[in-house]
C-alpha cells in the first residue's frame, strides 16, 4: 500500500493587499527587443519598464541569466526575475523547443514506467541530508507601516507586485520526510504576508504521478532542461482523485482543500527521473477567485561522495481575496482586494545529515546537545 505524502501549499494572510496590476502582454521574442530598445535607461527606469510586462511564453533559466548578465542593476536584476518567475506555468517559445518528432504510443508507455520506476526505487534511496532554502517573496501588499486607506482605494487597480522581503532556513530530509530544520540567516520582511510550500525533495511528485494515474495523462512536447532534452507529458486529476492540499482560509469549515489540479512533468526518457514538475489548481465555488500554483525543477547535486537528483530551483504562485478593514470616521467598513504572491526558492548547499553518540565514562562533563557532523 502506498502511503500518500501530501503536498502542501499554505497562505498565511497576516496584512493588505490590492488587485493584480494590469500588465502589458508581451512574447520572449518582444521582451527581448524592449530590452535592447531601453539604450542606456537608468537602473530604476529599466526596472519600471520590466515591471509593466507580462510574458506569455515561459523565461528560460538559461535567458534570464543573460539577461541579468546584460542589465546588470539591483533594481532590473530583481525585475527581470519577477518576470520570469510569473512564467514559470508557460510554455517556453516554440523556437526553444527541439524539432524531434513525437515518440510512439510504445515509448510514451516505456518512458511514463521508466517514471514509475524511478519514484519506487530511486527517491526512497535518497540519503537523510540537509539544503538550505533561499527565497525572495513578492506580492502586491502594501507596507502596513505606510498604509493609507485613502489610497488604496484610489489606486486600487494599480498596485504592481514587488519584494517584500527574503529568509534562507535549512531543510532537513530524514528517513523520507521533509522539515524545517533550523534558520540559516535572519529573515527580512517588509509584510508578514506568507505564501509557504513543502513537498519539493519528494512527496509532490509521489502525490502528482499517483494521482495522474487515475486522471487523464497524454503527450505534450520535447523540451530542454538545461543541457538534458526532456519528455514531457500533461496530466488532469479531478476533484475525486484529488491529494494535493491548498491550505487556505475560504468559505467555511475547514482550510484544508484537494481541489481539482493539472500541470506537467517532464522526465529523462532514457531513466524517468523528473526534470521539472508544475502543478496548477484552482477551488471551487465559493473560492472560486483562489488558486496555487507551483513549478519546480531537479538537477544532479552531490551529498557526501554520491550524486542525486533534488530540486534546485522553485516558483509559487498565488492569488487569493481578502477583506481589508477600512476605517470611515467614526465607522468601519471593508474592501475586497486580490493578493497575488510569488516566491522564488533556491535550494543550495547540499550535505549529509547524521548524528553522532558517544559512551561517556562516570564524571565525564556531557554535552548539552548532540552534536552533528556534515559531510
Not at 520582511?189 to 504521478?209: D, H, K, M, N, Y
Not at 532534452?229 to 475547514?254: D, K, M, W
Not at 533556491?346 to 552533528?372: L, Q
Request: proline content about 7%; overall charge negative.
Amino acid at each position: 500500500m502506498v502511503t500518500m505524502k501530501k503536498f502542501v501549499l499554505l497562505v498565511l494572510l497576516c496584512t493588505l493587499a490590492s488587485p493584480a496590476f494590469a500588465l502589458n502582454k508581451v512574447s520572449v521574442a518582444e521582451a527581448e527587443e524592449r530590452l535592447a530598445s531601453a539604450g542606456k535607461k537608468s537602473d530604476g527606469s529599466m526596472a519600471r519598464m520590466i515591471r509593466e510586462m507580462e510574458l506569455t511564453e515561459r523565461c528560460s533559466n538559461a535567458r534570464l541569466e543573460r539577461w541579468q548578465a546584460t542589465y546588470p542593476g539591483k533594481q532590473t536584476h530583481d525585475a527581470l526575475l519577477l518576470l520570469a518567475d510569473a512564467s514559470a506555468l508557460h510554455h517556453l517559445p516554440a523556437s526553444d523547443l527541439p524539432s524531434d518528432p513525437e515518440p510512439s504510443m510504445d515509448e510514451q508507455r516505456r518512458i511514463v514506467r521508466a517514471t514509475i520506476h524511478y519514484l519506487a526505487e530511486t527517491l526512497p534511496a535518497l540519503p537523510n541530508f540537509l539544503a538550505t532554502r533561499r527565497t525572495i517573496f513578492f506580492n502586491n501588499t502594501p507596507d502596513p507601516h505606510g498604509f493609507d486607506p485613502a489610497t488604496v482605494l484610489r489606486d486600487a487597480d494599480t498596485e504592481p507586485l514587488q519584494m517584500v522581503g527574503h529568509s534562507e532556513v535549512n531543510v532537513a530530509y530524514r528517513d523520507g520526510h521533509e522539515v524545517l530544520d533550523q534558520p540559516a540567516k535572519k529573515t527580512s520582511s517588509q509584510s508578514s504576508t506568507r505564501l509557504a510550500t513543502t513537498g519539493e525533495f519528494g512527496p509532490i511528485l509521489q502525490v502528482v504521478l499517483v494521482d495522474a494515474a487515475h486522471g487523464q495523462t497524454e503527450w505534450s512536447h520535447w523540451e530542454m532542461i538545461g543541457n538534458q532534452r526532456g519528455a514531457a507529458f500533461r496530466y488532469a486529476v479531478p476533484a475525486e482523485n484529488s491529494h494535493y492540499q491548498l491550505t487556505i482560509p475560504c468559505g467555511t469549515g475547514s482550510p484544508e482543500h484537494h481541489p481539482a489540479y493539472h500541470g506537467e512533468f517532464v522526465v529523462d526518457p532514457e531513466t524517468g527521473t523528473i526534470l521539472r514538475l508544475t502543478v496548477a489548481a484552482r477551488l471551487p465555488l465559493p473560492c472560486e477567485k483562489v488558486s496555487g500554483s507551483i513549478a519546480t525543477e531537479y538537477g544532479t547535486v552531490q551529498i557526501g561522495s554520491k550524486n542525486y537528483i533534488c530540486p534546485l530551483h522553485s516558483v509559487s504562485i498565488s492569488y487569493q481575496p481578502i477583506l481589508i478593514p477600512i476605517r470611515m470616521g467614526r465607522g468601519q467598513t471593508s474592501l475586497e482586494m486580490m493578493m497575488h504572491s510569488v516566491n522564488d526558492v533556491v535550494f543550495t548547499n547540499y550535505r549529509r545529515f547524521r548524528s553522532e553518540s558517544r559512551i561517556v565514562s562516570f564524571g565525564e562533563e556531557v554535552p548539552r546537545e548532540p552534536s552533528r557532523a556534515h559531510d
